[in-house]
């Protein structure tokens, strides 16, 4: 190699009019391509008040560690936060995970039901009582009255701390009532059924009980409001947002919130929200064509076991994950950790799933073992701003694979060449060796050769177009100011594999002859 001239200016820390002698240092390291952390945040409503309350600030963010059950201590055992964080944990045990407590809404009514054990006891068996996936397991004696019954369920709810409900007596000995322990519509999700398993699962009442006014709690009415949740996340760089709540309100707040982090001011790229919705068919395509958020996701549910929150909290596990370390891979069949399907005469079908995807409504389908795994993860927009249908946002990799993607520029350029203070010159400007320069021509060159490393991790493709639809160049009025106009074709999920199948009983020589 040729020797050269490098002037003393190409040096950070060592002065240019040094005049002491001896070997003088500085080190500077060169910025690699390091993956940025994607960290998740539950937002949900704690146990504020009474007994078993959670000990956590409302409307702070908490970070939660290992397996998740110091939910239960933050937000008390039972809290919509606590189910959720231990759904969530039980199908991901990586994602870093923050959890934002709010308390009730003073003006809320808590969701109640009513049950009824009928009859007495023709012989001693086991009495199978869920909440939700939880069973309680009341034991039963011969002649046992149903007032009898009733007493030692109220006992059995009550000492299972970590269900979502409490029960207390009526003034009808034989009556059982469950009363949520939030006041808001997320008592309205769970659900109250006996042997869930059925004879085959060696469940079933006790011969000569019965057992009515079960499913679905309801009455329970306003969720808390979100301007404390929101505050909280201001400056604080999450990727992924769980809401426990699906409520038109809380997707009106949201869906501004991550719109606001969606720009150059706020400047959080790829971010997400997930929640989930009960309902029939014809009511959760009626909520979705209603709403027309690109950056919300919500999972679509009907006569589930589990609460919508919670079926939500385990699908969102597994889709971070999955978007974290591969944005444009799709998530169908990936399962979730725990949960359980509707039984099958109320099971959405294919048809039916197709109308919600229509509808702006996330999916899931059993499996066929019983559980449930993803369909298809979509965002609820539908519709650009003139009304039009548009997909370009539809599938959740989407605005996952282009965060990826603009994050990764912002790195490497502000790596390369703000963090370096390099100069701006015009291309072909004879800078000397050493001195920290850039010109529009390399900063081209930096950003093509990074597009060429996006498609060899398949999250980009077509380079050829890039190059030719790719511009950068100095600002005309702005000296210090380069501007790019950066085309990206991102890489894509396969959704749909479509296959024709054309038979013959035995084909024709002349047609084989002409192929």
């Given at each position: ?6 002037a ?6 060592i002065a240019a ?6 070997v003088q240092?500085?080190v ?23 007994e ?7 409307g702070?963010?908490?970070?939660i ?6 939910a239960?201590?933050?937000g ?50 086991t ?23 009733a ?9 299972a701390?970590?269900?979502m ?7 009808t ?7 949520a322990?939030?006041?808001?519509e ?15 699962g ?6 000569g ?5 079960l499913?679905?709690?309801t009455a ?7 301007a ?10 999450y990727?992924?947002f ?19 982090m ?8 790829g ?23 690109r950056?919300i ?72 073992a ?11 927009w539908?519709?650009?701003?003139a009304?039009?249908?548009d997909?370009?946002w ?10 990826r993607?603009?994050?990764?520029i912002?790195?490497l ?13 015009d291309?072909?400007t004879?800078?000397g ?17 990074h597009?060429?490393r996006?498609?060899?991790l398949?999250?980009?493709?077509n380079?050829?177009?890039f ?9 005309p ?5 380069v ?33």
């Amino acid at each position: 190699m040729a020797t050269m001239q490098i002037a003393a200016e190409a040096f950070d820390e060592i002065a240019a009019e040094e005049r002491i002698s001896g070997v003088q240092s500085e080190v500077v390291g060169v910025p690699g391509y390091l993956r940025e952390s994607q960290e998740a945040c539950i937002v949900a409503q704690m146990v504020s008040a009474g007994e078993g309350a959670g000990t956590a600030l409302p409307g702070v963010p908490y970070v939660i560690s290992g397996d998740g059950s110091q939910a239960a201590v933050l937000g008390g055992r039972g809290s919509q936060a606590h189910r959720m964080t231990k759904a969530f944990r039980a199908g991901n045990k990586t994602t870093p995970l923050s959890v934002i407590f709010l308390a009730d809404d003073a003006a809320g009514v808590a969701a109640t039901k009513t049950v009824t054990i009928g009859g007495a006891a023709t012989a001693a068996g086991t009495l199978p009582f869920y909440v939700g996936l939880d069973r309680i397991r009341v034991g039963v004696a011969e002649d046992d009255a149903a007032a009898d019954v009733a007493t030692a369920l109220i006992a059995a709810i009550n000492a299972a701390a970590d269900l979502m409900v409490t029960a207390e007596a009526t003034a009808t000995p034989a009556e059982v009532k469950v009363t949520a322990k939030h006041k808001g519509e997320c008592g309205n999700e769970v659900k109250l059924h006996v042997a869930l398993l059925g004879e085959l699962g060696g469940e079933a009442v006790p011969a000569g009980l019965t057992v009515s006014g079960l499913g679905f709690l309801t009455a329970g009415a306003t969720n808390p409001e979100q301007a404390a949740a929101r505050a909280a996340v201001a400056n604080r760089e999450y990727f992924y947002f769980l809401l426990g709540w699906s409520d038109t309100a809380t997707l009106d707040a949201w869906s501004a919130e991550i719109e606001d982090m969606w720009t150059p001011t706020r400047d959080l790229w790829g971010r997400i929200a997930f929640t989930g919705r009960r309902g029939s068919l014809s009511q959760l395509k009626s909520f979705g064509a209603a709403r027309n958020d690109r950056f919300i996701s919500s999972v679509g549910t009907y006569e589930t076991p589990s609460p919508a929150f919670e079926t939500a909290a385990r699908a969102f596990a597994r889709v971070v994950r999955s978007l974290a370390n591969h944005p444009a891979r799709p998530l169908h069949t990936l399962t979730l950790v725990g949960d359980r399907a509707a039984p099958p005469e109320s099971r959405f079908s294919k048809a039916d799933r197709k109308d919600l995807l229509w509808s702006g409504l996330a999916t899931i389908e059993a499996t066929p073992a019983g559980g449930l795994q993803i369909d298809r993860m979509i965002t609820m927009w539908q519709r650009n701003s003139a009304g039009d249908a548009d997909d370009t946002w539809l599938d959740v990799t989407t605005p996952a694979t282009v965060g990826r993607i603009v994050n990764e520029i912002k790195k490497l350029v502000h790596d390369r060449f703000i963090a370096t203070r390099c100069i701006l010159v015009d291309d072909g400007t004879p800078v000397g060796p050493g001195i920290p320069y850039t010109t529009p021509k390399l900063i081209e060159a930096t950003v093509i050769a990074h597009y060429d490393r996006l498609q060899s991790l398949g999250l980009a493709e077509n380079i050829e177009a890039f190059k030719a639809l790719f511009k950068v160049g100095r600002d005309p009025s702005n000296p210090t100011r380069v501007n790019m106009i950066y085309t990206p074709d991102i890489a894509n999920p396969l959704i749909t594999f479509a296959n024709r199948v054309e038979f013959s009983l035995q084909w024709p020589q002349e047609l084989l002859a002409a192929a």
